[in-house]
């Protein structure tokens, strides 16, 4: 989970540095969304700031990426699953700069049409790519809509993009989410959808057969590519069969990287999972015994209602929502995420 945030069409005259100190400020209302590194890009016509969270490369891979001759520049928040078979298809040498999943989406700019390689990307992912030669930005959104993505236009006519709507609505009459599946181009100003499958509508599926074989196939291999991770990761067990399921295939896959294809040892071979509960909760003992079966590092934690309650102003700063199914499951989530960060680890599997 990162952050992104962008101005675009940018006109002679603007006050660069003064809108780089704003894009800063703004950017920073979102950098509970990646606490390790802050990243600014300035051209004259556009701005972008990142906050990242290091999952990937944490060494490296610092946004905005560039590319080497500094015409592209790109804010991803996401991660991209096959990015090592998509440089292996490149048609062109593209020299990487760093060994960011992300940057393969600047080398597939440089070489397609994004209608074309954004159904290439298999991934989550929100990302704003600057094209300083033809003064053009693509701005474009998972299919799913997994990772969030919001988009208005402030006072001068000025397109702004950001991961969360509290860097927009400052400054942005007209903010609204921007919708999956799709992307935008500010030299045409099309907004396209690129993802599209028949099985959205059900006439085209209600008499296809089912095959438990490829569905479980499917999932297997959606867990196993999510494992993507140079840093400790987990699992979140409530003990129900959605998490159970999850979590019995990351312990498969647990003690080798996939980096590598399984070959070498995992740098943190012991899965750990996490489960939250209010005292006597029937996910907490549910979880326990799915995580005994699994032989997973079991993490149980109770809160109390006070606790709930007194979350509450965060939890809803946060989620950006006053819808109460959402405020219910995001609290405990909420107070959960923090217990893990405490022990270091960044990233679960949900």
């Not at 033809?134 to 006519?157: F, M, N, S, T």
């Not at 019995?248 to 509960?277: M, T």
């Not at 005994?292 to 934690?301: E, I, K, P």
Request: with cysteine.
């Amino acid at each position: 989970m990162c952050s992104i945030f962008g101005i675009f069409g940018l006109q002679p005259g603007d006050d660069l540095a003064a809108l780089r100190r704003q894009a800063l400020d703004l950017s920073q209302r979102q950098r509970h969304r990646g606490p390790d590194w802050s990243g600014v890009y300035v051209d004259d016509g556009a701005i972008l700031v990142h906050e990242r969270l290091a999952i990937v490369d944490p060494a490296g891979g610092s946004q905005p990426l560039l590319s080497a001759d500094g015409r592209l520049a790109l804010a991803v928040n996401g991660e991209i699953y096959n990015h090592k078979p998509l440089k292996a298809e490149l048609k062109q040498a593209y020299a990487f700069q760093t060994e960011s999943d992300c940057e393969v989406i600047n080398a597939l700019y440089l070489e397609d049409t994004p209608a074309s390689f954004l159904n290439r990307l298999n991934g989550i992912f929100a990302f704003a790519l600057w094209d300083k030669a033809q003064g053009r930005a693509i701005i474009a959104r998972d299919p799913i809509g997994v990772v969030p993505l919001y988009w208005g236009h402030d006072r001068e006519g000025r397109l702004r993009v950001a991961s969360e709507m509290k860097s927009l609505v400052d400054d942005c009459a007209d903010v609204a989410q921007f919708p999956p599946g799709h992307w935008y181009d500010t030299a045409s100003g099309e907004l396209v959808q690129y993802y599209q499958r028949p099985w959205r509508e059900y006439d085209a599926v209600q008499d296809v057969d089912v095959s438990t074989t490829e569905l479980r196939e499917a999932f297997e291999a959606a867990v196993h590519r999510q494992l993507m991770t140079d840093v400790p990761y987990g699992v979140l067990l409530s003990g129900g069969l959605d998490s159970s399921l999850v979590a019995a295939v990351a312990a498969r896959y647990a003690r080798h990287r996939i980096e590598d294809g399984d070959q070498s040892e995992a740098w943190w071979p012991r899965l750990h999972s996490f489960a939250i509960g209010l005292k006597d909760s029937p996910d907490l003992a549910a979880a326990k015994v799915a995580a005994d079966m699994l032989g997973t590092v079991h993490h149980g934690f109770e809160y109390t209602f006070e606790e709930g309650l007194d979350a509450l102003p965060e939890v809803i700063r946060h989620i950006e929502t006053y819808d109460v199914t959402t405020i219910r499951a995001s609290t405990p989530m909420f107070l959960l995420a923090r217990r893990i960060k405490a022990m270091g680890v960044k990233m679960v599997l949900s």
